[in-house]
């Protein structure tokens, strides 16, 4: 009786590890019995969220957003195609709100809701400062309507951007939609970087392929200025980063001459050398200090730019 008994404690020990061993390394026979569980017990649902995002985790919905019609463009209309990664994405430290109602519109799938952050079209579901441009831009009277259409990923180096990249296709269909909704994008504000400084993309490959994401915005008739930021800092590893930042560096240098280049780009905000430790609430993304000096810098920059056009 014993004997057995100890047979069978012997037997639970190690069916114990076994099971335990099989679970950690995801070998014979967890991944079997996992997959049999699935048939007859099902998935475990989702937890309820207000958020619905598609397969590359863009934000496509969000219930508590407020539905409204499309304002018509004039020539007081600024529409702004917004493109990047994580800091010009959902993953700011401050959420806004438009403070003019459906003046400030957030545009996405060719239809209008009043701009609040998140904004549908971009990653993650956190902060952004676009919504606080538009109401500046609104409030300094340089517009009476702001189009925000925003398309941008977190994490994306500029290689997808480009013809052959995955969000190159994302991008023409951003544009048609625009299109279809009789919208004239009036600039484009792309602010990316940080993932190319990482991944060790040389200054000629970062232009290279920049331009090739400018020609697909040429193709399919955007003729407004493209501006480029100075963006490369993102520190410390649990961002991706490194420790410490190099001012001068291929990335840096690549935005500047591209910039300079002609072809209707312009030179966008230097976030690298705007903001402080302070502005960047976990040493690469923007908080709320950060988030007004950008968007005042935005701001700056698209009025000088605005009465230069008019002057000619």
């Known amino acids: 009786m014993r004997n057995a008994l100890a047979v069978c404690v012997g037997a639970l020990i190690a069916i114990y590890f076994l099971g335990g061993m099989s679970a950690r390394h995801e070998i014979f026979p967890w991944p079997q019995l996992s997959a049999l569980k699935k048939m007859v017990v099902g998935e475990k649902p989702a937890a309820p969220s207000r958020y619905t995002f598609d397969d590359k985790e863009r934000l496509i919905g969000d219930e ?81 309507s702001v189009i925000l259409a925003p398309l941008a ?22 544009l048609k939609q625009l299109q279809d909704s009789n919208y004239r994008i009036t600039s484009v504000l792309w ?80 976030s690298d050398a705007l903001l402080d430790g302070d502005d960047r609430y976990d040493d690469c993304h923007i908080g709320g200090t950060g988030a007004e000096k950008v968007s005042r810098a935005w701001q700056n920059l698209l009025r000088g730019d605005s009465h230069l056009e008019a002057s000619r």
């Open 64 to 144: 508590s957003k407020t539905s409204v019609t499309c304002p018509t463009q004039t020539d007081r209309t600024a529409v702004m195609l917004i493109l990047g990664q994580s800091n010009a994405a959902n993953d700011g430290g401050q959420r806004h709100r438009s403070n003019y109602g459906a003046r400030v519109v957030n545009a996405f799938d060719k239809r209008c809701f009043v701009a609040a952050s998140p904004l549908l079209g971009s990653t993650d579901t956190k902060g952004e400062y676009w919504t606080l441009l538009g109401n500046n831009l609104i409030a300094s009277g340089q517009y009476d």
């Open 153 to 174: 990923y977190s994490g994306s180096e500029v290689a997808r951007w480009a013809p052959g990249g995955d969000i190159n296709p994302v991008l023409v269909d951003t």
């Open 191 to 270: 602010v990316q970087g940080e993932a190319d400084l990482v991944l060790g993309t040389t200054a000629e490959a970062y232009q290279q392929r920049f331009m090739s994401m400018v020609g697909t915005l040429r193709q399919h008739g955007v003729e407004a200025p493209v501006y480029i930021s100075t963006a490369s800092k993102c520190l410390e590893p649990s961002n991706g980063g490194f420790k410490e930042h190099i001012p001068d560096n291929p990335i840096v240098r690549a935005q500047l001459a591209l910039s300079k280049s002609g072809h209707g780009i312009r030179e966008g905000v230097n």
